[in-house]
């Protein structure tokens, strides 16, 4: 490359830059040149420059408002390459620039229209990338996250590129293109649900992994594909909780809770909850899909339980529901206000129960009220029963009816007594 020959830099802007190696010799400046504008020029100078960390700096102290990013061929160079080197390779040189803006904050709005026919608007700013916008279209109208495609001008719009990339600020509206029906019918592989005895129990731990959260309710599990994330071929929990989850069209939302994107699920596990399980697995060959109902599953709030792949295998299923619902409420001792377990659980306690009334009250709490009230008359129960073994919430409710009832009489009679007083 001789001497005169000049490097262009171009951007998807209608902004360029021309750089030539004999004006870094004698001129010293880069011109920046503004094809929409007749005229209109930014001069940087170029002592001093020796990587490209330099060039960006330069922009953007020409243009505070925008982030430069300097590429050769499509290809972003790294901050550290020097200038020498980038004069010495044959290719286009150019950069992109973006706006300064929190990505955090909706600057503006991105109309989409859905092929329904309706038209979604949604916030966005200049550094919201497509596949955000993606997400947000299948959290708001529930259309499936793997099969929407964004068209503009004719053209699919990339995930990783911002909306500003497409739209330079201007207002715009784009179209949601859908699959077309038909073909094969959509199916996914899961752990076998159907082996039910295979099902481990789990136990909670305080210092588990944020990736590793459970919720009452279903939990999907499955391991994040994706190498920049921390979770990185790690078991990850997606959270579901209560109510009914349709595995094979809902696939789609299960994401990493680390880095959001979407891995595929291998098992369930469920804690303080109902689970029922219906499905239909896919056929083999020519024959008959078979459909299956499971059993209530149930899990306590003091764990979990979950299918391991390994021991109950993998199947292909059409159609695969969970429902997740709560346990019917455990009923209060009326004494200390905490909840009577059942007898299979880790914190259950010995319990009496009222024979007239159907009170339950621990047997701690029993001891505790008859210790505090020793006086036979306090613990007489509606003549039914007496002594430590009456019912303390009956003998308590006996009691203070019993002394309400003295109060009034006492109010009335002196109310008598003084009406005789005055009118006789």
């Known amino acids: 490359m001789s001497m005169d020959t000049r490097v262009a830099a171009y951007c998807r802007s209608p902004t360029r830059a021309v750089v030539s190696q004999s004006s870094i010799a004698n001129q010293h400046v880069m011109t920046l040149v503004n094809s929409d504008h007749v005229g209109l020029s930014v001069s ?55 706006l300064k803006v929190d990505p955090s904050t909706h600057s503006g709005q991105v109309h989409v229209r859905l092929p329904s026919g309706e038209v979604a608007t949604l916030g966005v700013s200049p550094n919201t990338t497509v596949d955000s916008i993606y997400r947000q279209l299948a959290r708001t109208h529930g259309h499936m996250y793997k099969t929407m495609r964004l068209v503009h001008n004719g053209r699919t719009l990339r995930p990783h590129h911002s909306v500003y990339y497409y739209t330079q600020g201007r207002r715009c509206v784009f179209s949601l293109s859908a699959p077309l029906r038909g073909g094969n019918p959509l199916s996914v592989r899961f752990v076998d649900v159907e082996r039910t005895d295979d099902i481990l129990p789990g136990r909670f731990i305080d210092d588990a992994p944020p990736w590793r959260q459970y919720c009452n309710g279903s939990n999907l599990e499955g391991k994040c594909s994706n190498r920049h994330c921390v979770a990185f071929h790690k078991w990850i929990v997606y959270n579901i909780g209560f109510g009914t989850f349709d595995l094979v069209l809902d696939n789609a939302s299960c994401v990493c809770p680390m880095c959001h994107e979407y891995v595929r699920p291998r098992t369930i596990g469920f804690t303080n909850c109902i689970l029922n399980i219906t499905g239909v697995k896919t056929a083999a060959g020519n024959r008959v899909p078979t459909a299956f109902i499971l059993p209530a599953l149930s899990a306590n709030s003091d764990g979990y339980k979950y299918y391991d792949p390994k021991k109950s295998g993998t199947c292909q299923y059409d159609s695969l529901m969970l429902r997740a619902t709560r346990h019917q409420p455990l009923p209060l001792c009326l004494l200390c206000g905490e909840a009577v377990e059942q007898r299979e659980s880790a914190l259950y306690m010995e319990t009496v129960e009222c024979r007239q009334h159907g009170h339950k009250i621990h047997d701690r709490c029993q001891a505790a009220f008859h210790s505090a009230n020793p006086t036979p008359h306090a613990v007489q129960v509606r003549g039914r029963f007496s002594g430590p073994k009456a019912c303390a919430a009956c003998a308590r409710v006996t009691c203070v009816r019993r002394g309400r009832n003295i109060a009034v009489r006492r109010i009335v009679g002196g109310l008598e007594r003084l009406g005789r007083y005055l009118f006789h």
């Open 44 to 98: 940087i100078p170029c002592h001093g420059l020796r990587t490209v960390a330099d060039i960006t700096r330069r922009l953007e102290l020409s243009d505070p408002k925008h982030l430069y990013t300097v590429l050769l061929d499509g290809v972003v160079q790294k901050a550290s390459t020097p200038i020498t080197q980038l004069l010495m390779c044959c290719g286009v040189w150019g950069f992109r620039r973006r």
